[in-house]
């Protein structure tokens, strides 16, 4: 997969990995990662004390039988849900549990490409909102985009108090900035001083 990416969206990733896992991954390929660790085993840790011996009695029964450790995607907290799932398994064919594990595994390998997708995503945004306040400063800078439509005689401390008290829900003419006489480009360049004295000047 690290090969094939970057992949266009989450479903494209679970997608591929899909075809990887169950098309062109040979059957020791799945065994290696079963043997990860026992969902059994992890959800004794939760289980009431009368139920962990027979949860370990049944994870050893399961191993002996089919040869590798028992795979679900039920949450390792719900015991009695999971005992009662390795009892109804125990009695399959080596064959037809091979392939439930085998897609109970894939349920575990696609949650973990959700999660790995959504915190990709939110370390994208973040570095782009840290790139938009690189930004801004710098295109403000040597530019003084209020001045021109504020009188000589109001103080900067004045002038962001004007900035702050500006609503964008309330029309121009609600609001105290001499707003409706500019051109498109000052009121854009208003918006942006504006932001930046709200976001980056707490």
Not at 66 to 87: A, H, M, P
Not at 119 to 127: T, V
Request: net charge negative; with cysteine.
């Amino acid at each position: 997969m690290i090969d094939a990416s970057p992949f266009s969206s989450l479903d494209h990733a679970t997608s591929f990995a899909r075809q990887l896992w169950f098309k062109e991954s040979c059957i020791q390929s799945w065994l290696d990662a079963f043997s990860g660790h026992s969902h059994l085993y992890r959800a004794i840790s939760h289980a009431p004390g009368s139920m962990m011996r027979e949860m370990l009695q049944w994870d050893r029964k399961y191993r002996a039988k089919f040869g590798f450790e028992f795979r679900t995607s039920t949450e390792t907290w719900c015991s009695q849900e999971i005992l009662d799932e390795v009892k109804s398994r125990y009695e399959n064919t080596l064959v037809v549990e091979l392939d439930i594990a085998a897609r109970e595994e894939f349920k575990l390998i696609a949650h973990g490409l959700e999660r790995l997708w959504d915190r990709m995503s939110r370390d994208n945004i973040q570095k782009e909102s840290e790139d938009l306040v690189e930004v801004v400063p710098d295109s403000l800078e040597g530019e003084n985009v209020v001045s021109s439509d504020i009188s000589e005689g109001e103080d900067s401390a004045g002038r962001t108090a004007s900035m702050l008290s500006y609503d964008l829900n309330r029309t121009p003419e609600e609001n105290e900035y001499p707003y409706s006489g500019m051109s498109p480009e000052k009121k854009n360049a208003w918006h942006l001083a504006m932001w930046a004295t709200r976001y980056l000047n707490p």
